[in-house]
């Protein structure tokens, strides 16, 4: 499903209207059915309900909305923030309401008294910080013990998920035609709660250019290998493992075994001689080498193998991070950077575009931010943004970790993933994901499809751990055993078209 910005959805909007002759009437009212639909599925029976609307297009749907739920027979209220609209389409639908009988308030702290608030005051309107009065009735809304947003929570950026001023906490969110990018990235995904795509009558196809995409199941299943009867262990492929030091060997073990669990066909892990020992026979599945930083050492190495993940657990002396950005330059194969290795990298980004081979990185948003020579913040300010520079800087396709990870690719293409959960944020579980990643490209995975479906399986393995261990005290070795499960239950996912106008996209 693509994600659309702001100008894209104002884009697939005018030219719906203006070149396919849709009428604006028309898609305001079906915007406004979907809505109430959605309402009328969640509000207690007798709730009265506040369906608060700002004087544009977004306060246009509210109107159709609370004339909906009338019919329904509910008790909806509006109540106007920011006066009558003066023309066009809302005032139509305001007209319509008030015909049937509807009724009108201004805005006020009678509205924290509904047991349902509906916000309808901004949507993706919102040009600056919501201040003043306007934050006032936005207080007033957040009290209310369900609120149902339109399009998009009021206050919050379409494009960057973040509020800066203040902005409407919505337990569900009805975005229309399409989603957008600010409700399904951090921060804003935690302001918009559950998401519902509502169909109004704009054609799908008019979103086919948007450069963002949302990796769900249905997106995911496609990509999950498939064997055939003949398939072996030289078939599916041989990763490397570059991973390890002494006090480290943890994120060694379970960057290899996660390899493993994603289907490589053979697994070598290389790794300081210092901790060899502690390694060797650890995972019976993975085969073992000691690591030497002659280069001709690490071309025998690299004989045969079709991926490499280099980072985990590594040394941080200058000498590994001198070894490492020479190496690029030999590394012929899909080639993994996490942890360590993206910190070595740091020092030198250009080496990244010198690569031999393709690259994945999978940042933190503090190595993120360390490659591209800014601050944290600024990185979690703008996921999207920041995934997708570092992506255009290093050539390479880059996995931004965190909540709702996004991955970018240096063509400008984004995926914001889907799975996962709060119980991921423990050490270790990158390391999973890196040997995932290395897992995939060594079966053959197109790194942009590798990256997408191994983000997608790592959050789902987190997601059933949550389920049977517990989001607290999960561990990263946890996701280990669930890798299989996850992938095989993909590969067996089908997804149908949905029947109905509106259709959840799961948190």
Partial sequence: MRVLTTAEMRAADRKAIDELGIPAALLME????????????????????????????????????????????RDARVYLARGRPAGGEAALHLGLYEKLGGELASAGAEIAAAGVVVDALLGTGVERPIVGDMADVVAWMNAAPLRVAVDVPSGLSVDTGRAAGAAVRAHATVTLAFPKVGILTWPGCELAGEVWVADIGIPRALGDGARVEWTDAGAAAPLVPRRGP???????????????????????????????????????????????EAVQGRVREVMTAPLDVDDGALAALLAGKRAVVWGPGMPTAPEAGAFLRRSLARLGV?????????NHLAADVAAARAAAGALVLTPHPGEAARLLGRGTADVQADRL???????????????????????????????INASGNPGLGTGGTGDVLAGLLGALLAQGLAPWDA??????????????????VGRIGMSAGDLLPRIPRSADKLAKTRVNP?????YLLPQ
Avoid: Q
């Fill in 230 to 276: 003949g398939d072996h262990k030289g078939t599916n492929g041989h990763a490397l493992v570059i991973a390890g030091s002494p006090g480290k060997t943890g994120a060694a073990l379970l960057a290899a075994e996660a390899a493993v669990r994603g289907g490589a066909g053979l697994t070598t892990l290389a790794t300081d001689p210092a901790c060899f």
């Fill in 334 to 342: 899909p080639t993994v950077l996490d942890a360590d290795g993206l």
């Fill in 30 to 73: 079906h915007a406004g059915r979907a809505v109430a639909e959605v309402v009328l599925a969640k509000a207690a029976p007798g709730a009265r309900i506040a369906v608060v609307c700002g004087s544009g297009n977004n306060g246009g749907d509210g109107f159709a909305c609370a004339r909906w739920l009338r019919e329904h027979g």
């Fill in 385 to 415: 943004a920041a995934a997708r520079a570092l992506a255009a800087a290093t050539g390479a396709v880059v996995v931004l970790k965190g909540a709702r990870s996004v991955v970018a690719a240096p063509d400008g293409r984004a995926a």
């Fill in 498 to 502: 949905s029947t109905g106008p509106v």
């Fill in 451 to 468: 990256a997408r479906l191994g983000v997608y399986l790592h959050g789902m393995a987190g997601d059933l751990a949550a389920t049977e």
